[in-house]
């Protein structure tokens, strides 16, 4: 079983920049497909990105495309969430979570371990 534990959230200003990480242990990181999602008050949590087991392929929703980008240091059992042009509507709890096999990756059940989530505001 995999613990995630996310990081580097805060508060930034519109159009700036943050990296958030989700740091594993218990398990190689290197075993699983990681994914981002976030949850505003309110809403739905909602699929930003995810990244397979070598870090060869990435699927990102279209509410994100161009602006966050995901990476993996597998020898450091840590995925990474680059977020630039951020926009008030980012303001949320970020979660990043974990699935072992291969399968549908866009929904939040399609994940087995999950973090307890990192804020990040954007202030307008």
């Known amino acids: 079983q995999v613990q995630l534990v996310e990081s580097g959230g805060g508060l930034v200003q519109a159009g700036g920049s943050l990296r958030l990480s989700c740091a594993a242990s218990g398990r190689p990181l290197s075993s699983y497909i990681v994914g981002w999602f976030r949850q505003a008050p309110g809403k739905e949590r909602e699929f930003l990105i995810r990244?397979?087991?070598?870090?060869?392929?990435?699927n990102y929703a279209d509410s994100v495309k161009g602006r966050f980008t995901i990476s993996r240091d597998n020898a450091k059992n840590t995925v990474y969430l680059q977020m630039n042009s951020l926009k008030a509507e980012d303001t949320a709890v970020y979660y990043c979570?974990?699935?072992?096999?291969?399968?549908?990756?866009?929904?939040?059940?399609?994940?087995?371990?999950w973090g307890q989530g990192t804020q990040v505001t954007v202030s307008s």
């Open positions: 990244i397979s087991w070598s870090g060869i392929s990435t």
């Open positions: 979570a974990a699935r072992r096999y291969p399968g549908p990756t866009r929904s939040r059940d399609d994940y087995d371990y």
